[in-house]
């Protein structure tokens, strides 16, 4: 009678893809793939499935080594959860690595997604525009956090909105005051700083300073103008495109090519795919875009939304692999390319969700509610 071995199974997080005769299997904690031959891979099948204790080829027992060793193959289901319990605690180790700014939550569009809007409209906290000292000491206390983080040296201030540009001066100060902690060594040196508006603002004196501050430049247009004006629009009704054409014209006329374009994914993209797709490959100057997801906590939408997150994904996927093709890099879908090539998980698709950011109100509270609805459609 034959002495049966220890019940080695597929690991619950491994996936199985094939192209042609080419089968790949992936665990996908692990994101080292293992590509065979789909006659092998039949074999490997049998060999999990029967487990009789006979002897096999060199050849299936080399691929079975490289299963286990990229643990597409494990000893036991128990082993998923040590792993999965590992990476559940990854999230208790964290470190503020980003301070997003809001500036104020007055705005001069009246985009149909925007999240301060909704608040607005819900009777939500009202708050205007931070002033000078409250972004000063947003900016040190963001020092002081980030500091207790000696392993990365890299950390991220974002100026936001409502529309940030309309709170021009506090900006300076913001540059000033980083300015001088990294000096003083209380801020780290690859601090950067970048600002995510609607363009409209963005006259030549303004492009100047942000040029001179090396402050970098998220512009939000979500397409040519049928998409674009769709959902973002004047608070009179009125179309915002070709003022944000303007913006854009303003930066490349004073020599800035590298801001980066934010798009969200509206139901207009979705019908217009050709029409945006075409647009973003002539204006992302800097080969650098990246798309917003919408989503909505309301029970009523929840079949509308799921339906709608089908459709953004394959957008999503068809956009990337023509912008590969352009050398665009393409954020949301980049960071998981790049995972995969480095063989690390990507945890956080959202620096909120990692406890990795804090979102400080123009008055100067650290606000969860923000770091939430950012979540939903904010690119980290």
Known sequence: M?????????????HRFQKDDMVAYMNALRLRPV??????????????????????SEGLQYVIEQLENSKIIVSSPAYDDLVLNRYQGVSKNTSIKIAY?????????NCSYCFMRREHQEGGTHFGAMSKETAIAAINTFARLSSLDQQDDERTIILYGGEPLLNFDVIKVVVQQVKQLKKINRLAKQTTINIVTNGSLLTDE?????????????????????VTNASRRYCDGSPTFPDIMRGIETCKR??????????????????????????????????????????????????????????AS????????????????????????????????????????????IVVAPDGTIVKRFNRSMSWFLRN
């Open 206 to 226: 303004v492009v100047q300073f942000l040029k001179a501050s090396e402050i970098g430049i998220g512009i939000s247009i979500d397409g040519a103008d049928i």
């Open 314 to 357: 394959r957008f999503l996927l068809k956009a990337f692999n023509i912008f590969r093709e352009d050398g665009i890099y393409e954020d949301r879908i980049m960071r998981k390319v790049n995972a995969f090539v480095d063989g690390k998980v990507h945890i956080f698709d959202c620096a909120a969700t990692g406890a990795n950011q």
């Open 254 to 311: 004073n020599g800035v090519t590298n801001y980066s374009l934010s798009v969200t994914i509206t139901k207009a993209s979705l019908e217009n795919f050709d029409s945006t797709i075409s647009f973003l490959r002539q204006y992302a100057i800097s080969k650098n875009i990246g798309f917003n997801i919408l989503m909505s906590e309301e029970d009523e939408l929840k079949d509308e939304m799921e339906e709608y997150a089908h459709k």
């Open 35 to 56: 590509f065979i031959q789909q006659n092998l891979a039949t074999q490997v099948d049998n060999y999990i499935n029967c487990m009789d204790g006979e002897k096999h």
């Open 101 to 109: 700014l809001i500036l104020t939550d007055e705005c001069n569009f």
């Open 2 to 14: 034959k002495e049966s071995k220890s019940k080695k199974c597929f690991s619950r997080f491994t």
